[in-house]
């Protein structure tokens, strides 16, 4: 198997730089806005961006959840393995609400489509948007699209993307895998 | 491990202590879900549940039915009491022409000891003893061990005191089972006549002073007098009971330590345990039924996993 690095922590962070300042030109002081980072991979790119809008940006208050879409997957009982759940931490109602959702890399979209499903067991949001580092865009299983995007690749289906972070590999990169 | 090690949720004795971590890491999620605006999870939106209770119940079979609902399966109930069983119809018959609607999950309560054991030998599909007789009543169990370990941090190490009925609960059996398991001692207390003669077999120690008991114990489980199985009078009254075996403020007050009260319900007030005790801060009986359906909707969720279509 090969590796070819795709976003070395430069780019990474240049690119959460961009992101951040694209969700303010939406969302202005995010008062009415809310951050849902999926869990488990999605979590630090949503505390990473949220800690660069209020420290480098002096957005005072950015309401930050994470999300476990384990029990709301199309797929229980349908994979080899089964998987662990993680832990829901959203403590607000999203009733009203402008939502981001936030996740590492958009693959099928199936991740997404159960993530809005999920969402609706905390209000009805006024709307939802899509952020994402990686767009994969020739591998969508559903109509999802994101509206912010980190970098778009066109890996094959055979590829796989990977994504490091500080917290966890000790690393910011995203590399593409090749069988 | 994400994976239980067992088919059939039986009895406390099959599982390993990975399978107890591994139920109570998914309760935790449950109870997550069960405390939002929106209480529901789609997961089992496939999977259809008979509930067959032989035996009168009405906490568990509706802990279970709403832990089923939670998750989104499809519900069926049958109670005896209204049933063919009246008529002369065996076990396997009822079961298999409830199968033969296509049910994936049987939650069984039965008033004979291993129902629950002969049944996963004939049907196929998933079981969950919901109480067999005097036997065993594994869910109970697991959610009073859940509760122990919400409270107290853990249940290894701890000192954990059944007091009552020992002889006709099925809870005490579980309960001795799982909390070995886990690593905390037991000790049971009550009239000599309503232990059995070999429990010090099980590694459980038998103290016939409710004082003393008391006194040693972290957790104390009081369990209800039975009279529905006894045949005998196995303490001459009522009131002598209470005065030997009831729980009350006064006696709690004079220990050196508070102490955590259970029961699994449903309560005799007055007999077993006094109304101020039960409704006071140290017990978490209201806990139990809470955590009852969050370990319920895990049991379901990781069988309902190993389901093949």
């Not at chain 2, 370990?149 to 059944?162: A, F, M, N, T």
Request: aromatic share 6%; glycine share 6%.
């Amino acid at each position: 198997m090969s590796k070819k690095t795709l976003l070395n922590s430069k780019d990474i962070e240049i690119i959460l730089h961009r992101l951040a300042c694209q969700l303010i030109e939406n969302h202005n002081d995010f008062s009415n806005t809310v951050l849902i980072g999926l869990q488990p991979r999605g979590s630090y790119l949503a505390n990473r961006l949220s800690d660069l809008l209020k420290n480098k940006y002096q957005v005072k208050e950015v309401q930050l959840g994470l999300l476990d879409i384990t029990f709301y997957r199309d797929d229980f009982r349908r994979r080899e393995a089964p998987i662990e759940a993680t832990s829901t931490e959203i403590d607000f109602l999203i009733e009203g609400k402008n939502v981001v959702i936030i996740d590492d890399v958009l693959y099928s979209g199936r991740s997404v489509r159960a993530a809005l499903t999920a969402l609706q067991s905390y209000g009805r949001p006024e709307n939802i948007e899509l952020l994402v580092l990686i767009d994969r865009r020739f591998s969508r299983h559903l109509p999802i699209q994101p509206d912010y995007r980190g970098r778009q690749v066109d890996a094959i289906n055979e590829e796989k993307v990977l994504v490091t972070w500080n917290e966890t590999h000790k690393k910011d990169a995203v590399y593409i895998e090749f069988k | 491990m994400s994976e239980l090690s067992v088919e059939h949720l039986l009895g406390i004795k099959y599982l390993k202590s990975t399978d107890i971590d591994l139920i109570f890491k998914t309760a935790d999620h449950f109870k997550e879900v069960i405390n939002r605006p929106i209480k529901k999870v789609p997961s089992l939106r496939d999977i259809t549940i008979a509930n067959l209770f032989f035996e009168n119940s009405t906490r568990t079979k509706l802990s279970f039915e709403i832990a089923e609902k939670r998750l989104s399966a499809d519900v069926i109930n049958f109670s005896a009491g209204q049933s063919s069983v009246k008529k002369g119809e065996t076990l396997i018959d009822t079961v298999n022409n409830i199968l033969a609607m296509k049910v994936d999950i049987v939650v069984m309560r039965h008033g004979n000891v291993g129902a629950g054991v002969f049944l996963s030998n004939h049907v196929d599909a998933k079981i969950i003893n919901a109480g067999d007789g005097t036997h065993e009543h594994p869910t109970q169990a697991l959610l009073d061990s859940y509760s122990i370990r919400e409270k107290l941090g853990s249940v290894k190490g701890k000192k954990v005191l059944i007091v009552g009925d020992i002889l006709h609960s099925r809870v005490a059996l579980s309960n001795i089972f799982a909390l070995q398991l886990q690593g905390a001692e037991v000790k049971v207390c009550g009239p000599t006549t309503l232990i059995p003669k070999y429990i010090s077999s099980l590694g459980v120690t038998i103290e016939t002073n409710l004082k003393k008991a008391l006194e040693w114990c972290d957790v104390a489980n009081v369990l209800r007098v039975q009279h529905e199985r006894m045949d005998i009078n196995y303490f001459p009254s009522t009131r002598e009971y209470k005065q030997l075996f009831g729980i009350n403020q006064e006696i709690l007050d004079k220990l050196n330590k508070k102490i955590v009260i259970m029961h699994p319900g449903p309560i005799n007030r007055g007999v077993e345990i006094t109304s101020e005790v039960a409704d006071s801060n140290e017990s978490i009986i209201l806990d139990q039924v809470e955590n009852g359906v969050a370990v319920r909707m895990a049991v379901i969720y990781l069988l309902a996993q190993q389901v093949k279509r």
